[in-house]
């Protein structure tokens, strides 16, 4: 079906199934050009059950060849990205365990690595799929903030406790003094 303002509004809308678009146009400019009655009653108004099915199978091609390739390029973006994220974060870990770094720090650093990497790959995965990311990329930065100032006393003990494991500047068997407690 095709549905057309008035002539002389400058806006003529136009929904249609069965029939191609530069056919339509054609009769829209003819319709425009003539400005009569006449022009309006000749335009097809509805279509027959079997061209709309048609017309809609043909829509779905369309959408489905459009936006299925964009899904399989994320899927293997995804699939490529796991991949390479899993792939550096054992290089980390091995580099880490060459340079006899506490296990504790590998597997945390190794970890940190895989979620950072994982981040985004998902963000350039949504990018594929033409999913504006710089929102969710401000959402993570804020929560990051929020989080950060919420935890500013605890965070501050777990790198304390971190640059201990890391330094360790004292062994098993030390007498330690810490606040007036031993």
Not at 87 to 94: D, E, F
Not at 100 to 111: E, L, M, W, Y
Not at 126 to 142: D, E, N, R, W
Request: glycine residues 10%; positive net charge.
């Amino acid at each position: 079906f095709i549905s057309l303002d008035q002539p002389g509004e400058g806006r003529h809308k136009c929904a249609i199934l069965p029939l191609t678009r530069r056919l339509a146009g054609l009769l829209i400019k003819k319709a425009v050009r003539r400005g009569s009655a006449e022009a309006w009653e000749n335009l097809p108004k509805k279509a027959d059950e079997e061209e709309t099915m048609e017309g809609w199978w043909v829509q779905a091609q369309e959408l489905l060849a459009f936006y299925g390739l964009k899904i399989v390029a994320a899927l293997i973006i995804l699939v490529l990205g796991r991949w390479f994220s899993k792939a550096l974060t054992r290089l980390v870990q091995r580099l880490l365990n060459n340079g006899k770094v506490d296990p504790t720090i590998v597997s945390f650093v190794g970890h940190l690595t895989y979620i950072g990497l994982m981040v985004f790959v998902v963000l350039a995965a949504l990018a594929q799929l033409g999913i504006q990311t710089t929102s969710f990329i401000a959402v993570i930065g804020a929560a990051g903030l929020a989080i950060g100032l919420a935890l500013q006393g605890s965070l501050s003990n777990f790198a304390a406790g971190f640059l201990m494991i890391i330094f360790r500047p004292f062994k098993v068997g030390d007498y330690i003094e810490g606040a007036g407690v031993a």
